[in-house]
């Protein structure tokens, strides 16, 4: 995955190794649908997201890449509309979420 950017290398690794370490039970998954924690410019140039980078890959089988494709075309639209309630867009951004896997 060449389109990784990793700054520090050493501190990448003790943070998987202490990911290792703590188990599954201690893993914490933040899905950012709308940027608001994750950057997404990079030296003045859009980048992908984690999703994006897996989806282009050959990690993942065709067919969940075909998958994904389709939900985001159904619900991105969603995501990027201001005038849903803030309650209704967070139960869609969730539907997409658990659809996706």
């Not at 649908?33 to 897996?54: A, E, H, W, Y």
Request: aromatic fraction near 12%; proline fraction near 2%.
């Amino acid at each position: 995955m060449e389109n990784v950017i990793i700054t520090n290398q050493g501190e990448f690794e003790d943070r998987k190794a202490q990911m290792k370490k703590n188990g599954v039970l201690a893993l914490h998954i933040l899905a950012d649908f709308d940027n608001t924690f994750t950057k997404i410019t990079f030296n003045g140039q859009r980048i992908r997201s984690l999703m994006g980078v897996l989806r282009e890959s050959n990690i993942m089988p065709e067919s969940y890449n075909q998958k994904v494709y389709e939900l985001f075309n159904y619900y991105r639209p969603f995501e990027a509309r201001e005038d849903i309630d803030k309650i209704d867009k967070k139960k869609i951004m969730t539907e997409w979420w658990n659809r996706g896997f």
